[in-house]
């Protein structure tokens, strides 16, 4: 193998990142992971153990990034990847029924939190002159959906964010709103409940998805890009 990359995954603890983390380490890359469920990250340290780091920390929480950013910069530089894919959803409901307190913590989680992560770790990728950062959208940032619309507006931001700061970084770099299709997560449960259950499992769709990411480019800056079931 060449050398293993090093790839960060926010929201490392279930569902699609997780079977990201897993997949990249499986393959011999040094994944540094986080989520808030510390049993969880506990799991993956002793499944996946050094050079690989899981962290327990909440990414809208400044002081605890700021402290986790700082350790996975000392112990190797810049990373290859960054994967912003930490997020929540909202409970079905229209616009005037989401308590503006839920619609504000989806923006804290979704949006703020992959700014403040591209804002820690792109100041070394770009002295390092190269490394992929992919955010996570859906195809609720590329279209409305009833009853979705915090959710739909964080995704829309996403692409928005991600198609902007691409056309900051130097050559070399790229940042890619990247949906991932649909996978049956607890977070595609809460919405979609039986029809969740027909789409494939992260595992499964993590066997497409890892070598589909491993893959992209500086060339890929700035597209709006889609795992194909
Ligand atoms: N599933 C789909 O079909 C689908 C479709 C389109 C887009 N997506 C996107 O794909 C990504 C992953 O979704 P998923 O379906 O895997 O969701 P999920 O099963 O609900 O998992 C979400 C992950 O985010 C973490 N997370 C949430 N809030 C966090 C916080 N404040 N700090 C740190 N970590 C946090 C959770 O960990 P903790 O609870 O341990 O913190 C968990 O690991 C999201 O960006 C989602 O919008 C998913």
């Given at each position: 193998?060449?050398?293993?990359?090093?790839?960060?995954?926010?929201?490392?603890?279930?569902?699609?990142?997780?079977?990201?983390?897993?997949?990249?380490?499986?393959?011999?890359?040094?994944?540094?992971?986080?989520?808030?469920?510390?049993?969880?990250?506990?799991?993956?340290?002793?499944?996946?153990?050094?050079?690989?780091?899981?962290?327990?920390?909440?990414?809208?929480?400044?002081?605890?990034?700021?402290?986790?950013?700082?350790?996975?910069?000392?112990?190797?530089?810049?990373?290859?990847?960054?994967?912003n894919?930490?997020?929540?959803?909202?409970?079905?409901?229209?616009?005037?029924?989401?308590?503006?307190?839920?619609?504000?913590?989806?923006?804290?989680?979704?949006?703020?939190?992959?700014?403040?992560?591209?804002?820690?770790?792109?100041?070394?990728?770009?002295?390092?002159?190269?490394?992929?950062v992919i955010n996570l959208s859906s195809?609720?940032g590329r279209?409305?959906?009833?009853?979705?619309?915090?959710?739909?507006?964080?995704k829309w931001a996403i692409e928005g964010l991600s198609k902007?700061?691409a056309?900051?970084?130097?050559?070399?770099?790229?940042v890619i709103p990247l949906s991932?299709?649909?996978?049956?997560?607890?977070?595609?449960?809460?919405?979609?409940?039986?029809?969740?259950?027909?789409?494939?499992?992260?595992?499964?769709?993590?066997?497409?998805?890892?070598?589909?990411?491993?893959?992209?480019?500086?060339?890929?800056?700035g597209q709006s890009l889609t795992?194909?079931?």
């Amino acid at each position: 193998m060449a050398d293993p990359y090093r790839i960060v995954v926010t929201g490392a603890t279930r569902g699609i990142g997780r079977s990201l983390a897993e997949g990249f380490a499986q393959a011999g890359h040094t994944v540094y992971g986080c989520g808030r469920d510390q049993d969880a990250i506990a799991e993956l340290a002793e499944q996946f153990p050094a050079p690989n780091h899981w962290t327990a920390l909440d990414v809208t929480d400044p002081a605890a990034v700021e402290g986790w950013v700082t350790s996975v910069l000392s112990e190797g530089g810049a990373p290859d990847f960054l994967i912003n894919n930490a997020a929540v959803i909202n409970r079905r409901a229209p616009l005037w029924e989401v308590p503006e307190e839920e619609f504000a913590q989806l923006f804290e989680v979704n949006v703020l939190a992959v700014s403040r992560l591209m804002r820690a770790f792109l100041p070394a990728m770009i002295e390092r002159g190269k490394g992929i950062v992919i955010n996570l959208s859906s195809g609720s940032g590329r279209m409305g959906i009833a009853e979705m619309a915090p959710y739909c507006a964080t995704k829309w931001a996403i692409e928005g964010l991600s198609k902007s700061v691409a056309q900051e970084v130097p050559d070399g770099l790229a940042v890619i709103p990247l949906s991932p299709g649909t996978v049956n997560t607890e977070m595609l449960r809460s919405i979609w409940d039986e029809a969740a259950k027909k789409q494939p499992t992260p595992e499964k769709w993590a066997q497409k998805a890892v070598p589909y990411i491993l893959k992209l480019t500086p060339e890929d800056n700035g597209q709006s890009l889609t795992v194909q079931g």
